[in-house]
T-cell receptor, first 114, second 115 residues
Framework: KQEVTQIPAALSVPEGENLVLNCSFT??????LQWFRQDPGKGLTSLLL?????REQTSGRLNASLDKSSGRSTLYIAASQPGDSATYLC?????????????FGKGTKLSVKP | EAGVVQSPRYKIIEKKQPVAFWCNPI?????LYWYLQNLGQGPELLIR????????DSQLPKDRFSAERLKGVDSTLKIQPAELGDSAVYLC?????????????FGPGTRLTVL
């Protein structure tokens, strides 16, 4: 059974710092991996999606990497801003089993202080 | 384009009472998902619909939970009777098809508190 773990559970940094969020998964037979953002009282917004054949994806100040063989992904946020404060969730999509069923980690709660 | 709409946004009920949540997916999206998100946890799939057919309900506690998607558009998730442990956020998502590569778009969720 696929398990997704995110470290750290919470992170507080001063504005302007570069930071890394970590995600690991136990079954490397994934179709893709996604990073989501969740603001309090709101739904999930997809930030980056990495296909299993890719090594990284970039969007603005965000860069996500994927090492499928070791079961790890990182989300790098450059020059953090207070508006980046949110919970970041990692989710994988497995081959086989039920198509379309995302398996989520518990998330990392990020606080960026002005 | 309107996103996934859910109502109510918040609901407080006493245990043993029934409760229902409503979801309107993005127009044209054939696949609809209901997720449960407990506090401090990631979402977990409850049920997935392809049009009006429930194609994966293996994680739905069928003794008290039920869902329907009449006419393959809107969907309702019901709990009867509610228990204290049902307090959570119930998220609805939709995608164009159920293909593995399709992006899922999430609604804001309904936060349920059972007293």
């Amino acid at each position: 059974k696929q398990e997704v773990t995110q470290i750290p559970a919470a992170l507080s940094v001063p504005e302007g710092e570069n930071l890394v969020l970590n995600c690991s998964f136990t079954d490397s037979a994934i179709y893709n991996l996604q990073w989501f953002r969740q603001d309090p009282g709101k739904g999930l917004t997809s930030l980056l999606l990495i296909q299993s054949s890719q090594r990284e994806q970039t969007s603005g100040r965000l860069n996500a990497s994927l090492d499928k063989s070791s079961g790890r992904s990182t989300l790098y946020i450059a020059a953090s801003q207070p508006g980046d404060s949110a919970t970041y969730l990692c989710a994988v999509l497995n081959y086989g089993g039920s198509q379309g069923n995302l398996i989520f980690g518990k998330g990392t709660k990020l606080s960026v202080k002005p | 384009e309107a996103g996934v709409v859910q109502s109510p946004r918040y609901k407080i009920i006493e245990k043993k009472q029934p409760v229902a949540f409503w979801c309107n997916p993005i127009s044209g999206h054939n696949t609809l998902y209901w997720y449960l998100q407990n506090l401090g946890q990631g979402p977990e799939l409850l049920i997935r619909y392809e049009n009006e057919e429930a194609v994966d309900d293996s994680q739905l506690p069928k003794d008290r939970f039920s869902a329907e998607r009449l006419k393959g558009v809107d969907s309702t998730l019901k709990i009867q009777p509610a228990e204290l442990g049902d307090s959570a956020v119930y998220l609805c998502a939709s995608s164009l098809t159920g293909a593995v590569a399709d992006t899922q778009y999430f609604g804001p969720g309904t936060r349920l508190t059972v007293l």
